[in-house]
């Protein structure tokens, strides 16, 4: 059974509740990590019982190591629940991007989130493509319910906010997403300290990484798409790891000219090889989520990414194929 609930269903449930397992999906960016941090401090400020998990053994980005609680979420295995949990993820479009093991749990496993491609995989879904951050539509219901949101939450929601708007500068940042920010200001959210510690901290190694996929960058189709790939070796050689890929697309994105931007990077593993893919259209006039759907991935008509076998040189020469059609 699968059902549909709205802002004001959660925020009567959600202090009702006796015991919670809050996760968010893979890999999990700031609006994920936002996400989880933002929901178990309000269950500990509703006295409701919870534990946080985070599927995959990608680490947190350094970047958000400021907001409290980390260490007290979960990770690798997926924990044994207790049968009447309800689970809370968040910002995961599909059960695919989680530990599938979670969908044998016996109470409610509640979705929230705001990809428009988001499956409905949960036995209530609150989907809301318009929301600029998942973080935005937990701020929904707090406010619905009239939960307290101290400067603490506030951060972590504003953190989710901030990064998922691109710092107020993409497509997705309206009117809502300002008053959102404003409401949190007043609430105590220092909004120069978290620039400075999101912003402003850059590990050398990611400079480096940087670096060397901007040297790699080639310009396809008359400069349409640009694209750029790190190996393995490249990751060693400037000391880095998939955490510190995190806005390498966007300086592929903002060359002059451009309209798909494409970064891959290899990732090796038990089961061998593969090609994580991440793509960005500049103006919508390409759907990049059309073209990771034909290889099982997803996302947005803006940003979408996917995973492949093969070498680089035969993703991107599929990519540029792709985008050529598209045109
Ligand atoms: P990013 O390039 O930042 O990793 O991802 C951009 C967007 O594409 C995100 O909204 C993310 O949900 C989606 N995405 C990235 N990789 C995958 C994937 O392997 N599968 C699916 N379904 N979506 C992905
Ligand atoms: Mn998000």
């Known amino acids: 059974m699968s059902r549909t609930v709205g802002v004001s269903d959660l925020a009567l449930r959600l202090p009702q509740e006796h015991d919670i397992t809050i996760m968010a999906h893979e ?51 997926f924990p044994k629940l207790h049968s009447n949990t309800s689970v809370y993820i968040m910002d995961s479009a599909s059960a695919s991007r989680l530990d599938i093991s979670i969908l044998k749990c016996a109470g409610d496993c509640i979705n929230i989130d705001h990809h428009q491609d988001n499956d409905g995989y949960g036995t209530l879904n ?27 939450i506030g951060t972590a929601l504003y953190l989710g906010l901030v990064t998922d708007t691109g710092r107020f ?72 790891d998939e955490r510190h890929t995190e806005g390498i697309i966007d300086e592929l994105r903002r060359i002059e000219g451009v309209r798909v931007a494409a970064f891959v990077r290899e990732r090796v593993s038990d089961e061998g090889t593969q090609q994580k893919v991440s793509l960005r259209s500049t103006d919508g006039s390409v759907d990049v989520a059309a073209i990771a759907h034909l290889e099982g991935g997803g996302g947005h008509v803006r940003a979408a990414g996917f995973t492949a076998d093969g070498d680089a040189e035969s993703v991107i020469a599929w990519l540029e194929r792709e985008v050529r059609t598209r045109l």
Request: with cysteine.
């Open 27 to 77: 890999n999990p960016d700031g609006d994920a990590v936002g996400c989880v941090v933002a929901l178990m401090l309000m269950a500990q400020k509703l006295g409701v019982a919870h534990r946080v998990y985070l599927p995959g053994d990608t680490p947190i980005s350094p970047e958000y190591s400021f907001l409290p609680g980390l260490e007290d979420i979960e990770r690798g295995e």
């Open 126 to 152: 609150l989907v809301d493509p318009t929301a600029a951050s998942t973080t935005q539509i937990l701020f929904n219901i707090f406010r619905a319910g009239d939960l307290p949101i101290d400067a603490t």
């Open 169 to 240: 500068q993409y497509s997705n940042t309206t009117p809502e997403a300002h008053r959102m920010a404003a409401y949190l200001q007043e609430a105590g959210v220092d909004v120069n300290r978290v620039f400075s510690l999101v912003y402003e901290r850059t590990p050398l190694p990611k400079t480096r990484l940087l670096g060397i996929a901007l040297d790699r960058l080639t310009l396809r189709l008359d400069g349409a798409l640009a694209a750029s790939s790190l190996s393995a070796a490249d990751f060693e050689a400037a000391g880095a």
